[in-house]
């Protein structure tokens, strides 16, 4: 149980453009939904926090217009990077925490996003 | 503001051995959890331990077991009989009850050798 998915797992996108990133929880509600960018050989750095039905909220010195989080329900958060630039090329992993967790979070495999 | 710290950025250890991997942190909740998180080349996130505060018994899940010591802030990862599989990179993390997200070291990176 508690299985997380995200799609792409790796997408490769031209300078300008829109990508958008999928997080969803397979067997169980996700109340919160959490977004991290990983740098090579670094640890996660949180981007936001997601509650379904409201807006997210952003760690400091993440662009909110740039990175777009979506919580429409229950199972699905959705990441978009608008108007992509070479050093948005990261890896994103999400995390869950379903209904009435205090703490544990399940882990997506991560989505490597390569800008051009 | 919470902190956790993972000192040792390498470390290495040969198959059958014993490894002890370090962390501390800093928090003024009373109130918090702490977890050791393995990230394999695969690079999925997974859980490998976690410990409740105000459990003065140490965590234990098969080879791997934490040193807590609470009031010296430190919680380091000892791994027994180290297998092939374990080479990873080991987060420390920590959320408290008034926190709402894991806070991460920088992580180890843990070598196996035959």
């Known amino acids: 149980g508690a299985v997380v998915s995200q799609h792409p797992s790796w997408v490769i996108c031209k300078s300008g453009t829109s990508v958008k990133i999928e997080c969803r929880s397979l067997d169980f509600q996700a109340t919160t939904m959490f977004w991290y960018r990983q740098f090579p050989k670094q640890s996660l750095m949180l981007m936001a926090t997601?509650?379904?039905?409201?807006?997210?909220?952003?760690e400091q010195g993440v662009e909110k217009d740039k990175f777009l989080i979506n919580h429409a329900s229950l199972t699905l958060s959705t990441l978009t990077v608008t108007s992509a630039h070479p050093e948005d090329s990261s890896f994103y992993i999400c995390?869950?925490?379903?209904?009435?967790?205090?703490?544990?979070?399940?882990f997506g495999p991560g989505t490597r996003l390569t800008v051009t | 503001a919470q902190t956790v710290t993972q000192s040792q950025p390498e470390m290495s250890v040969q198959e059958a051995e014993t490894v002890t991997l370090s962390c501390t942190y800093d928090?003024?909740?009373?109130?918090?959890?702490l977890f050791w998180y393995k990230q394999p080349p695969s690079r999925q996130m997974i859980l490998v331990i976690r410990?409740?505060?105000?459990?003065?018994q140490n965590a234990t899940e098969n080879r791997f077991s934490v040193n807590f010591q609470k009031a010296a802030k430190s919680f380091s990862l000892k791994i027994s009989d180290s297998q092939l599989g374990d080479t990873a990179m080991y987060f420390c993390a920590f959320t408290g009850y008034n926190t709402d997200k894991l806070i991460f070291g920088t992580g180890t990176r843990l070598q196996v050798f035959p």
């Open positions: 995390s869950a925490r379903g209904t009435g967790e205090r703490y544990e979070q399940y």
């Open positions: 928090t003024s909740e009373s109130n918090y959890y």
């Open positions: 410990q409740e505060a105000y459990k003065q």
């Open positions: 997601s509650n379904e039905g409201s807006k997210a909220t952003y």
